[in-house]
């Protein structure tokens, strides 16, 4: 099972640079390719370079913001099928067939890259409402199907709740039952910033009033952002590691002055206005928490030109494959 991490934060908060930094990572380190899919178009820092990541066969990048076939698409990909050229036509072609499973023993793929999971939730939605696909039986009273507008040759198509179920849904499945059961090191997911709310009733009866009805806990956070706010508090749990990327005011070693840096927080923080916080996690051994700290105090990695989170994982990888002394008892 690889290791999941979700990393999200405002569009310039640098969450497709740390894909740069960890695919150059997994080269050095394992001689392992990298897997980028992308749902925006906008890979640019795969391009550069003398040569890319991209023409050094570092990662293969394959860009579905444009898919007609978005659902059948993503669902394929988290099962493992990839993409190949069509060598009469040079067209891509993505099938649910043997000839399209990658062969896990030959491909040494090290990580796959989404990016990004809040322009996927986009992507479907917009897929879904060309569709015009309508939710419940047409007969029954009431029913609306999704709304649909035609204009001088241009068509414009609403959505139902039930679309955003749907798509929430799915998102689980691809993810859970998907990307995060293929046989690489690491699945990496980025996503923009949304503040959801948990919202649930307390099961516990008030001590003097059995028969008083249970009190309704409301709670807001900032979190991933995907159709809708209903998985917005859940979602740092699909992962093992969920970092939200921002700037940080800080005093860098032998400096006079404060600095504006980009950090990637592990732990959960408040908003510097608001005090709504930022749900944040990294799944690591009790007795390596401390040292974490030690490593990399304010709960933050520092993020810069030449390293990234990639600095956090070759740490974690250190921990991992370094000898545990025994004890006497043991």
Known sequence: MPRTVCIY???????????????KWLMEKYQLK???????GKYENLKLGSPSLID???????????????????????????????????????????????????ARIGAYFIDHLSALSDLWLVHIS?????????????FKPAWRYEEEGYSYSGLQDGHYGMIQKELMRVVKQGFNTLPVKYVFYAAHVEKGTENY?????????PNAPAEINVTTMYGPK??????????????????????????????????????????????????VPYKCRVDLLPEQIP??????????????????????YNWVAEQNERPKEMTSAE
């Open 56 to 106: 050094a066969g570092i990662v293969d990048v394959q860009d579905f913001s444009k898919s007609k076939t978005a659902l059948s698409d993503v669902r394929k990909l988290s099962e493992g099928y990839w993409p190949r050229k069509d060598k009469k036509t040079g067209e891509r072609l993505l099938k649910a067939t043997d000839q399209f499973m990658t062969n896990w023993g030959d």
């Open 226 to 275: 995907v159709a809708g706010q209903a998985l917005t508090s859940f979602l740092p749990g699909w992962f093992a590691d969920c970092f939200h990327l921002t700037n940080e005011t800080v005093r860098l070693k032998g400096a006079e002055t404060d600095s504006i840096i980009k950090v990637a927080y592990y732990e959960t923080h408040e908003h510097s206005e608001t005090t």
């Open 291 to 312: 040292m974490l700290r030690e490593k990399f105090p304010g709960g933050f990695i520092p993020l810069g030109f030449t390293k990234g989170l990639d600095k956090f």
């Open 34 to 40: 990298s897997r980028y899919i992308s749902f925006d």
């Open 201 to 209: 009733r307390r099961k516990r009866a008030k001590r003097n009033d």
């Open 130 to 142: 060309d569709q015009n696909a309508e939710f419940g039986d047409s007969r029954a009273v009431g």
């Open 9 to 23: 934060g405002d569009p310039d908060a640098a969450k497709s640079t740390q894909f740069y930094f960890i695919a």
